[in-house]
T-cell receptor, first 115, second 112 residues
Framework: AQSVAQPEDQVNVAEGNPLTVKCTYS??????LFWYVQYPNRGLQFLLKYITGDNLVKGSYGFEAEFNKSQTSFHLKKPSALVSDSALYFCAVRDTPNAGNMLTFGGGTRLMVKP | EAQVTQNPRYLITVTGKKLTVTCSQNMNHEYMSWYRQDPGLGLRQIYYSMNVEVTDKGDVPEGYKVSRKEKRNFPLILESPSPNQTSLYFC???????????FGPGTRLTVL
């Protein structure tokens, strides 16, 4: 069975500092990995995805994520945090197509960027 | 405007009274899905649909039904709601299960 873990319930960072939101996964085959962001009282918005290719994936709003197969991780990063980045972030995984089409989300990490 | 719509946005009901939450997308997406969001548990997939008349269970399907008679619509049915189904529900759609999903605005359901 596939699973996703986001080990930190909350990450605090000062504006202008780099940020990292952690995600590890478990699948039987090759993963499809996604990051989504949720602002208060809103639905989720897509940030970026990894399917294959370059391990460093660039996404919306200056975010990027690095796929690390040996560590089964897909951490979300941004070089310089903004107060407006404060939100709830979700990592999600899907196993290779022949293993099913279910999408599994992590529990979410709340990012707080202080001015 | 490309979007996923859900109705109602808020619903308070009583145990056992059947209800339907509608979901519609205007992007001609094949893959549609329902999730529930609960504090500390993230999003859990209830059901998903690969295409018309093709549906499958997600992580937490108990107590829910879905149907996909048309490509654009994917209603969520609670035949006999119970208080443990009080939650925030999201519908989402995508071109396929490997593509990014577009989420609706959410439906906050309270079952008394």
């Amino acid at each position: 069975a596939q699973s996703v873990a986001q080990p930190e319930d909350q990450v605090n960072v000062a504006e202008g500092n780099p940020l990292t939101v952690k995600c590890t996964y478990s699948v039987s085959g090759n993963p499809y990995l996604f990051w989504y962001v949720q602002y208060p009282n809103r639905g989720l918005q897509f940030l970026l995805k990894y399917i294959t290719g370059d391990n460093l994936v660039k996404g919306s709003y200056g975010f990027e994520a690095e796929f690390n197969k040996s560590q089964t991780s897909f951490h979300l990063k941004k070089p310089s945090a903004l107060v407006s980045d404060s939100a709830l972030y979700f990592c999600a995984v899907r196993d290779t197509p022949n293993a099913g089409n279910m999408l599994t989300f992590g529990g979410g990490t709340r990012l707080m960027v202080k001015p | 405007e490309a979007q996923v719509t859900q109705n109602p946005r808020y619903l308070i009901t009583v145990t056992g009274k059947k209800l339907t939450v509608t979901c519609s997308q205007n992007m001609n997406h094949e893959y549609m899905s329902w999730y529930r969001q609960d504090p500390g548990l993230g999003l859990r997939q209830i059901y998903y649909s690969m295409n018309v008349e093709v549906t499958d269970k997600g992580d937490v399907p108990e107590g829910y039904k879905v149907s996909r008679k048309e490509k654009r619509n994917f209603p969520l049915i609670l035949e006999s709601p119970s208080p443990n189904q009080t939650s925030l529900y999201f519908c989402a759609s995508s071109l396929s299960s490997g593509n990014e999903q577009f989420f609706g605005p959410g439906t906050r359901l309270t079952v008394l």
